[in-house]
């Protein structure tokens, strides 16, 4: 049942995914996301789940489809869904690499419900899992993973939004020798790419969204690294929201167990465009190809997974460990 519901999941990024590339590179972020998000709505709508959506695209009166507490499915196992149905809308539109389709679920109650905040972010990969905290200077931070993968600092690759409010962290790790890996959008890919061998990503820090924390949260307990937050309040409207939900110290360190609480979630990636982690959906005159990845916390797995959709065909299964 488990390996059955992964594989559902799996087609709902999937159907996102495809949905949003025919957007690639039209200059649309727009109808990029909404053709993302409709699809996603349509594939959750004939599962046999009874789940709710605790991060979606917003609150109910600003987002017609996947809004935070939406309820998706045909009825069934009750799950908590966080989604981003089209992270890095404008990779999509300017046909720039790392845009995906991404989903964590997990059982009911498990998923932090973070308000649409900032969150400063440090994540590193399984080898470095001891090594990194929140509350360390980037400095810090920074050669304590090169110790802990036995690297020269100036291997280290740290990934960050290109930000103006990065500009002092930019600065400090780049005093280190350290290098740096800037992406204009996609944190969840920052993140979890600190995690999967062959991005060249070894840390990501910065602020991003608090939403895709919960996201990155996810893939990292099912990977096993390290991920921690703290949020960012920009006002007491968002701060009240945070106390309204929050199932910890919401001006302590969130680690994983706050922002998912459970062993058993499950993190799932569909490549829209090229990047380091996944390929991009990539139409051919009989159908198109997909490369995701499925993240298991109960058992620890970690898929890559490319599909294959024939038009007027059943698709066909090709699945690399």
């Known amino acids: 049942?488990?390996?059955?519901?992964?594989?559902?999941?799996?087609?709902?990024?999937?159907?996102?995914?495809?949905?949003?590339?025919?957007?690639?590179?039209?200059?649309?972020?727009?109808?990029?996301?909404?053709?993302?998000?409709?699809?996603?709505?349509?594939?959750?709508?004939?599962?046999?789940?009874?789940g709710e959506i605790v991060i979606g695209e917003g609150e109910r009166d600003e987002a017609p489809m996947l809004y935070i507490g939406e309820k998706v499915g045909g009825g069934g196992e009750p799950i908590d869904i966080a989604v981003d149905p089209l992270e890095g809308?404008?990779?999509?539109?300017?046909?720039?690499?790392?845009?995906?389709?991404?989903?964590?679920?997990?059982?009911?109650?498990?998923?932090?419900?973070?308000?649409?905040?900032?969150?400063?972010?440090?994540?590193?990969?399984?080898?470095?899992?001891?090594?990194?905290?929140?509350?360390?200077?980037?400095?810090?931070?920074?050669?304590?993973?090169?110790?802990?993968?036995?690297?020269?600092?100036?291997?280290?690759?740290?990934?960050?939004?290109?930000?103006?409010?990065?500009?002092?962290?930019?600065?400090?790790?780049?005093q280190t020798g350290a290098r740096i890996r800037l992406i204009s959008d996609g944190d969840v890919f920052g993140a979890v790419a600190t995690s999967i061998e062959g991005t060249g990503i070894h840390l990501y820090m910065g602020a991003g969204g608090a939403p895709e924390g919960v996201l990155a949260a996810a893939a990292m307990k099912c990977i096993g690294g390290t991920f921690m937050g703290r949020f960012g309040f920009r006002n007491d409207e968002e701060r009240a929201r945070a106390e309204k939900m929050a199932r910890c110290d919401i001006d302590g360190v969130l680690d994983m167990d706050c922002l998912v609480n459970t062993d058993e979630a499950a993190f799932i990636a569909t490549g829209v465009t090229d990047g380091e982690m996944l390929r991009g959906v990539k139409y051919f005159g009989q159908g198109a190809r997909t490369h995701s990845v499925a993240m298991d916390g109960k058992t620890g797995t970690v898929r890559f997974i490319e599909t294959v959709y024939r038009t007027g065909a059943e698709r066909f299964w090709v699945r690399m460990d």
């Open 89 to 174: 809308t404008n990779l999509t539109a300017y046909g720039q690499p790392n845009s995906l389709a991404v989903l964590a679920f997990g059982p009911k109650g498990t998923l932090l419900n973070a308000p649409d905040t900032y969150m400063w972010k440090i994540a590193t990969g399984p080898a470095a899992a001891g090594a990194v905290h929140i509350d360390a200077t980037p400095t810090e931070n920074v050669r304590n993973v090169a110790k802990a993968l036995n690297r020269p600092v100036e291997d280290i690759v740290v990934c960050v939004l290109d930000r103006d409010r990065h500009a002092d962290l930019i600065a400090e790790v780049r």
């Open 1 to 50: 049942m488990r390996n059955t519901r992964i594989v559902e999941m799996l087609e709902v990024t999937e159907a996102a995914a495809l949905a949003a590339a025919r957007w690639m590179g039209k200059g649309d972020k727009h109808s990029a996301d909404r053709a993302a998000v409709e699809a996603m709505r349509e594939a959750f709508d004939i599962l046999e789940i009874s």
